[in-house]
Structures are given as C-alpha cells and as structure tokens.
C-alpha cells in the first residue's frame, strides 16, 4: 500500500483517481486505507495518486510492503466485494 505523507496539501485531486476508492479526508489530510490499496495493480500500470499528486507526498507505506502477488490477491477480493 501506499500512503500520504504530511506534505499533502489537500489539493483534492488524487481521491477520484483512485480506482479502488482507498483515498478519504483524514482529520487534516488525505489518508489512505491500506486495506484497499493495491498500489494500483489490477487497475493501471502506476500508481494513478501518485501521477497526479502535485507535490509528489504519497510513498510506499514502509508498514505495509506487499508482493505483486498480494496486492493482485487484494485486488481480487475488492472486486468481489464490489
Ligand atoms: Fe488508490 Fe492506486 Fe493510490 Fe492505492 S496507489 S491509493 S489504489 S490510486
Ligand atoms: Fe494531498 Fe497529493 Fe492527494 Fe493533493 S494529490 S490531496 S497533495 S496527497
């Protein structure tokens, strides 16, 4: 998964690109769910918040490292759920 640092200038613009509705308004700024977040896989080939972050805040979550193979497993099972 990936998260949003305090960097983020809650330009608004990174949460309707995310294909798996991970990205929210947090307490002060955007957060991520990484429970939803497949970085993308299954959907596009990059990350679609970090394309169009402005101020380039959104990293890897350093406590969520996943493989391809989970993030694609995690893919899955939000479709399912959808
Ligand atoms: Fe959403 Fe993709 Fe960004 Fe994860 S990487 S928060 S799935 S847009
Ligand atoms: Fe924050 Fe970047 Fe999302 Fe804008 S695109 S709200 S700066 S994380």
Redesign the pocket.
Same mark, same amino acid.
């Given at each position: 998964a990936l998260k949003?640092t305090e960097e983020?200038?809650?330009?608004? %613009? *990174?949460?309707p690109e995310c294909p798996n509705n991970a990205?929210s308004m947090g307490t002060e700024?955007?957060v991520i769910d990484p429970s939803k977040c497949t970085e993308c896989v299954g959907h596009f080939d990059e990350p679609q918040?970090q394309q %169009? *972050?402005?101020?380039e805040?959104?990293p890897l979550n350093l406590e969520y490292i996943e493989t391809r193979t989970q993030l694609l497993e995690k893919y899955h099972k939000l479709v399912a759920h959808k």
């Open positions: 949003i983020c200038i809650n330009c608004d %613009v *990174c949460e990205i700024i955007y918040c %169009v *972050c402005p101020v805040c959104i």
